[in-house]
């Protein structure tokens, strides 16, 4: 047999986690294998590593949220919480690509859909969120875009 799968992962590290007594990094992932639960149950089939990936993508952003809420409200400990569980979590989440090589999708995306006023944002930010696969924060495309297409 190969590496075991992302998920097989997940359950051997909350296995470390707990015989470590690390109650943050236990936390995280059996937050993640209970989402990948949820997420099988609504496609009914195991999840490949890349679904896996994205699960995981969306725990780490949702981390990140949190991390912006907790330190604007001043709410340090709070952030680093989120922050640890964040690091644990990233190794199962879709590698981000470079701000280059979002660059190079955003023109692509716009010369592809003949893009030229902000009336074809959306028409850009689905052809660039398509093939990046979560690999990239929509937040960061859509001020990409705008920029761009704002000219």
């Known amino acids: 047999m190969g590496d075991p799968t992302l998920k097989a992962q997940v359950h ?7 015989r470590a007594g690390d109650k943050v990094r236990l936390g995280a992932l059996r937050m993640l294998a209970a989402s990948i639960t949820n997420r099988e149950k609504e496609v009914l089939h195991e999840l490949s590593d890349e679904e896996v990936r994205e699960v995981a993508g969306k725990e780490v952003k949702r981390r990140t949220e949190s991390i912006e809420a907790f330190s604007s409200a001043g709410r ?7 922050r640890a569980e964040r690091e644990t979590l990233e190794p199962f ?7 280059a090589e979002v660059d190079a ?3 692509g995306a716009i010369s592809a859909t003949g893009a030229a006023s902000m009336q074809d944002m959306g028409k850009v ?3 660039v969120m398509a093939s990046a696969k979560g690999r990239v924060d929509g937040a ?3 001020r990409k875009v705008r920029e761009r297409l704002a000219g």
Not at 12 to 18: D, F, P, R, S, W
Not at 76 to 82: D, R, S, V, Y
Not at 93 to 99: G, S
Request: without cysteine; glycine residues 4%; charged residues 25%.
């Open 125 to 127: 930010m689905g052809a």
């Open 76 to 82: 340090t400990e709070l952030a680093e919480k989120e």
């Open 12 to 18: 051997e590290q909350m296995t470390a986690a707990l």
């Open 105 to 107: 999708m955003i023109d």
């Open 93 to 99: 989440a879709p590698e981000q690509l470079a701000d």
């Open 140 to 142: 960061v495309v859509q």
